[in-house]
């Protein structure tokens, strides 16, 4: 598609449109979604990435409204952007994503110089609705579900960065309580088999040698394959590592209740599959567990832990967690350090749980005082932190395999990724981006490691 924008006819000429400065915040979701948006732009209108706002035609945001503090970000970035049109009167500014589909006609009355407003299933629309705001001098809001697969309307994708990202699934149907998702993803689909493979075989071919694939319940995918019959998530997982030039596969993020024997086992089995997985729990307390409507007990997660440790015993693991869910007691608390102990884990993403327009715990008193909240937070993070540090003092003298992924901050040094997702820095040289090399961990720090590279003599 080549969008030939006759828009100035009868009018007073417009700017060409020549760049885009894209923000992306949230899950990995909406930076797969981001990359999209760029490969749209790109074949449409031919527009060139910038890195500043200041440089821009054209200023998309691809926002997330998971916790409050993620939404107010984005009204304070637009207050910026609106500087710049102040000066620049053409400029075209768009919000999208998770924020724009819940709080789009807040958006249009607080910020009146945005353009456009589209949800994360409407994407797809872009060019046309950029050029109906030219032509018209417009503002648009698009933010229904559509129907049709915006998938199909995508020209071919296309990513910077070593690891390639690929949506297999969108769209939650669980509602646990204090989550937004379900409101501004819509209910879960799942693209058919083909349709990924093909995917991932493009960005394999374009060189991509680690693919990572995503939804927000990823592992409850469930789409027809090439033989007619319907295929999980673990069949699909078989099916990809099966594809030439693929060396690491990965998925984000999985829920305990689809968490089936078949994707535990192939853990064991397919050797691409890398040895780390992040598993959302949320609370080690089975009460808050039932009010949070997550459907299993700790004790269906510690299972589930347990099994896959049988297939893969060195597998790093992580998980998120609320703290001061409306409800929550002190013991509940306790539950969740102790579950938290008892597992090991290596990464934690610890939350206060913040009240989220439209979930059903808004409905209830978010009845535990900041206070606490705040004393609870930090007991988690000095467990979790000491943990995540004891795990990376463990990988000290170990030789392991690196993702390079790109130059670090510190002058002469690249960084990358082991197959557990460690960060690891090491002095080396650029021309190993994408590649991957061994290096010998000397150093370990609270989130990353230091090691050298080992020169292997030809
Ligand atoms: N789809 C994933 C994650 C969704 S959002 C899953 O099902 O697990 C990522 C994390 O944000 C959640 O796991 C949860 O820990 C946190 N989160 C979601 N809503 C929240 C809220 N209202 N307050 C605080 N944290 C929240
Ligand atoms: Fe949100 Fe729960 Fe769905 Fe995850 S499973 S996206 S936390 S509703
Ligand atoms: Fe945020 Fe939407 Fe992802 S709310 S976490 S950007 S699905």
Redo the contacts with the bound molecule.
Sequence with gaps: MKIIDASSHGKQPLKSLDTLYIKTFG?QMNEYDSSRMIDLMKSSYGLRLVATPEEADIILMNTCS???KAEEKVFSDLGRYRLIKEKRPDLIIGVGGCVAQQEGARIQARAPYVDVVFGPQTYHRLPEMIHEIRRDRVRKMEIEMLEIEKFDHLPQATQAGVSGLVTVMEG?D?F?T????PFTRGAEISRPVVDVLHECQSLLAAGKIEINLL???VNAYRAEGPDGEMWDFAALLYAVADLPGLVRLRFT???PMDMSPGILQAFEDLPVLMPYLHL?V?SGSNQVLKLMHRNHTREHYLEIIETLRGHAPDIALSS???VG?PGESDQDFEDTLDLVRQVGFDTA????????PG?A?NQVEDSVPEAVKDRRLQALLALTRELTRDSMQRQIGKTVAVLVERASKAEGEMQGRTPDLRIVHFVGQPRLIGHIVEVTVTEAYGQSLRGDLVIIDA
Excluded: L, M, N
């Excluded at 204090?178 to 998702?181: D, H, P, S």
């Excluded at 993403?349 to 989220?356: L, T």
């Design positions: 899950c998971v916790r409050e939650c669980k646990c204090f989550c937004v998702v939804g927000q319940t993020t999985s829920h959302p949320q998120d967690f609320i869910y993403f610890c939350f206060k749980y913040s009240p989220r979930t715990a």
